[in-house]
């Protein structure tokens, strides 16, 4: 802005218009300045209040989150602390398992539970045809059959697993030698052993056609200690297997034997089984 010249006629009004000016200008880049500032104050305080209320809403959401379910890493441990058993809850129970391989490469499962540190077998599951088993009044033993090869399978609760079938019969009277793995490969009709059950004086019994291989022949009751040894010829039964069931015992010990519409008698420590 030009200075006015003194020698001016209106010098004096010249002069009092610039300083109305100068003060004007001065003004509106002071209200420039000060809404400016304001502006610049205002962004900067919203943009801080909606970063805190983001951070607030972030937390509510990650607070109302549930804890991750670790229920599945807590299995997972425990099935690599006790490898090839699985645990799981049944009527309030915790039901682990022992496997084992059959002649074909099919699973036995023996069920087991734990109370008081004592184990205890309640049954068994297996993934093709039904199996025959039983267990043991103190449930610290199962027994049961491996139909594929004939084998009679002893198991107890410390995953021990000990076949305890005749592996051959040799014939008393002519001195043939019959062998279970070929008799069962060859004749895959005959039933080599089968339907094993505990009996009360700490021996297990099971069917047979031995000492016969002939197609056609009746079925044997036979009796083995629990280690295997000691097999003894019981009786004659009938043809049929399916037939052919366990009958609970009688107040003495003796198991019943129930053979379609005959019944039969097992008394404790005897050879032989009766007709009743």
């Known amino acids: 802005m030009r200075k006015p010249s003194i020698f001016s006629s209106n010098y004096r009004e010249q002069m009092r218009r610039r300083r109305i000016n100068i003060i004007l200008i001065v003004l509106i880049l002071i209200s420039a300045v000060f809404f400016g500032v304001k502006y610049y104050i205002s962004n900067d305080i919203k943009f801080l209040k909606g970063e805190k209320a983001a951070d607030i809403q972030k937390g509510q959401k990650n607070d109302n989150k549930q804890a991750p379910d670790k229920s599945q890493d807590n299995k997972s441990q425990a099935n690599l602390q006790n490898p090839g058993n699985e645990q799981k809850q049944a009527e309030g129970k915790n039901i682990s398992y022992y496997e084992y391989k059959t002649a074909e490469g099919g699973t036995i499962k023996v069920e087991y539970t ?23 009044p103190d449930k610290q033993r199962i027994v049961f059959e491996d139909k594929a090869s004939g ?8 995953n021990t697993f000990i076949k305890i079938q005749l592996k051959e019969y040799i014939s008393k009277a002519s001195g043939v030698v019959i062998k279970q793995e070929s008799t069962v490969k060859n004749k895959p009709w005959h039933i080599w052993a089968q339907k094993p059950h505990f009996t009360s004086d700490g021996r297990v019994v099971y069917v047979s056609h031995l000492p016969f291989v002939k197609k056609g022949n009746n079925l044997y009751l036979w009796t083995v200690n629990m280690d295997g040894t000691g097999h003894k010829f019981l009786g004659k039964l009938g043809y049929n297997i399916n037939n052919i069931s366990y009958d609970g015992f009688d107040e003495k010990g003796g198991l019943k034997i129930k053979d379609g519409d005959k019944s039969y008698y097992l008394a404790p420590g005897a050879n032989h089984i009766a007709l009743q």
């Open 114 to 136: 734990v109370q008081a540190d004592r184990k205890e077998i309640i049954g068994l599951k297996e993934d093709n045809s039904t199996v025959s088993f039983d267990i043991s």
């Open 151 to 158: 084998d009679i399978v002893l198991g107890d609760v410390n």
